[in-house]
């Protein structure tokens, strides 16, 4: 049996639990999505998933909604999709995260969704 889903939303990881989950991931050939939402990820936690992601080839979808991610933390994510391909459902609603930010961030999941369909 392999895990491709991970749902562990409402769990308050906080930065230390993603710390955890960032470690898993750099190694992950399975997991395709990972529901974050509801666990006061801050900008350091998200920090720590994006360094994994520079190297993740698997995971497709990363919901990190409503948690405490602030311009840090989302500058952190957007120098990662510059080079991850992978990634093509990211959501951050319900952040502290400016909306000119927000919506370079969509520009690049919309190009790996993009390059998906190719």
């Known amino acids: 049996m392999t895990l491709t889903t991970l749902h562990i939303s409402s769990n308050q990881i906080e930065d230390v639990g993603a710390q955890y989950l960032a470690d ?5 050939t399975t997991l395709i999505t990972l529901h974050l939402g509801y666990n006061q990820i801050g900008d350091l936690g998200s920090q720590y998933l994006a360094d994994a992601l520079r190297n993740n ?3 497709t979808t990363l919901d990190l909604r409503n948690n405490k991610i602030g311009a840090l933390g989302a500058e952190c994510l957007f120098d990662v999709l510059r080079n991850n391909m992978t990634l093509t ?3 951050l609603l319900n952040n502290q995260i400016g909306s000119k930010l927000r919506d370079r961030m969509m520009e690049l999941i ?3 969704k993009q390059r998906m369909k190719s």
């Open 110 to 112: 919309k190009r790996n």
């Open 89 to 91: 459902t990211l959501d």
């Open 57 to 59: 080839t698997t995971l």
């Open 24 to 28: 898993a991931l750099r190694n992950n």
